[in-house]
């Protein structure tokens, strides 16, 4: 990468478990979060927000210059299952569904976004991981395809 390039690239990533299954206790997910955030770090990913639920994540990244989307969620998503089973975070063996979900932020809304990651707990009181994702791929004018989501 050359000293001269300059990239500011907000992706917001989504991505759930296999057939969605609700595998992730509260000391699984703070412990996978905690793992993305320094992952990322040793990857030079910017993580500006994370959020582990117990069938699916968010995170909010700058898109480092030279990598691009498809790479940084199979890191992400690859890293995290093997080392979930590594430590043996779950009963049997874990897996991420397949996909993931890739939504452009614009910098004028970054903090708006961070507060919505930082509040899926309250957030998913009231709406399924399902009905929410329907909504981003909607709004962001993308066909919604329901039987992909249990995959």
């Known amino acids: 990468m050359s000293l001269h390039s300059y990239s500011r690239c907000w992706i917001h990533l989504v991505w759930g478990t296999l057939n ?6 509260r000391d699984a997910r703070r412990k996978v979060s905690l793992y993305l955030r320094d992952y990322a770090k040793l990857k030079s990913i910017l993580m500006s927000a994370s959020d582990v639920n117990a069938d699916h994540v968010h ?20 890293s995290s299952s093997h080392w979930i089973n ?30 919505y990651i ?5 957030h998913h009181r009231a ?7 329907e909504k981003f791929v909607q709004a ?10 249990n995959r």
Not at 127 to 133: P, R, V
């Open 140 to 149: 962001y004018g993308l066909q919604w395809e329901p039987e992909g989501v």
């Open 118 to 122: 930082n509040a899926q707990a309250e």
């Open 127 to 133: 709406k399924t991981f399902t009905a929410e994702y």
């Open 86 to 115: 590594e430590q043996a975070l779950v009963n049997g063996r874990f897996a991420w569904g397949r996909g993931y979900g890739a939504f452009s932020v614009s910098q004028s809304v970054l903090e708006t976004v961070v507060g």
């Open 20 to 25: 969605r299954e609700r595998l992730l206790d």
């Open 59 to 78: 995170v909010l990244i700058d898109l480092p210059t030279g990598q691009t989307i498809e790479a940084v969620a199979q890191w992400l998503k690859g």
